[in-house]
């Protein structure tokens, strides 16, 4: 059974650093593409960042451009999000995705992937 699992999330103040990860167990996903969202109350599932394969593909949502760096070590089957210089707006539920087949671009719609973590938790304060 394919499982995500998120974990790094807290609440921090603005300017502060996090860094969230997401372990998949169940399968390898080194060869698909995998993303990062998050959703704020009352809102849509918001793109954040994703990356088609280990080390490339790379694409973020305007809002994170320059702030946050998506990262794989697929030695350890896990995925990372690298915060930086949040923002009260970047206060949301995030959650890891992975596309379960092969996909020749990045997808950054939450309809392109096939499996989801709990999400984690961030806010920061102002």
Known sequence: QVQLAESGGGLVQAGDSLRLSCEASGRTFSSYPMAWFRQAP??????????????????YGDSVKGRFTIS???AKNTMYLQMKSLKPEDTAVYYCAAKATYSNYTPMTKGDYDYWGQGTQVTVSS
Do not use: M
């Open 42 to 59: 009352g809102k849509e599932r918001e793109f954040v960042a994703a990356t088609r394969w280990s080390g490339g593909g790379i694409y």
């Open 72 to 74: 794989r070590d697929n």
